[in-house]
């Protein structure tokens, strides 16, 4: 009988952490890389290619893509 309390009690535990809500700064860095990463590639497009870093050429639209990426990956965990 004891088991059964016990695998109970596991059981709203673990509903507990999936109803758990993210803490106040996960929302703000998800929009945060997400803008970011946006205005690093309209910044080299609009730079002419020259800024963010000039010495990378077209690896700079990767970079962009990338730091937005993380936002979308991180947009996923979001409740």
């Known amino acids: 009988m004891a088991k059964s309390s016990n695998s109970t009690s596991r059981a709203v535990s673990r ?12 929302l703000p860095l998800m929009l945060g ?3 970011v990463g946006f ?3 309209i ?3 609009v ?4 800024l963010p870093i000039p ?3 077209f690896w700079n639209v990767a970079i962009g893509f990338a730091i937005m990426f993380i936002g979308f990956i ?3 965990r979001w409740k």
Do not use: C, E, Q
């Open 55 to 57: 010495g990378i050429g």
């Open 47 to 50: 730079s002419m290619h020259t």
């Open 39 to 41: 205005v690093w590639i």
């Open 15 to 26: 509903a507990a952490r999936k109803d758990a809500v993210n803490p106040r700064w996960f």
């Open 74 to 76: 991180m947009a996923t």
């Open 43 to 45: 910044l080299f497009y």
């Open 33 to 35: 890389f997400m803008i």
